[in-house]
């Protein structure tokens, strides 16, 4: 796994575990995610050009878990 992949699953696990702690999306930052994920604010737009498309993939993903 490159660090580019790193970043993404990282970002990905930092949001699903907020998810299961604030249920209400809105009161997710990207702040917040970033600073849980390790990353940088600029990577949550650089590997998902924003909050909504973030939140639709890592929702996506867990359905299927579910």
């Avoid at 699953?9 to 009161?27: F, H, N, Q, W």
């Avoid at 650089?46 to 939140?55: D, E, M, R, T, V």
Wanted: with cysteine; charged share 25%.
């Amino acid at each position: 796994m490159n660090c580019d992949q790193d970043a993404k699953g990282r970002i990905l696990l930092a949001v699903t575990e907020l998810l299961k702690e604030e249920p209400d999306v809105e009161k997710i930052t990207v702040r917040q995610i970033a600073e849980r994920a390790g990353v940088g604010v600029g990577s949550i737009g650089y590997h998902f050009g924003s909050k909504h498309n973030l939140l639709s993939e890592a929702i996506a993903r867990n359905v299927y878990i579910i």
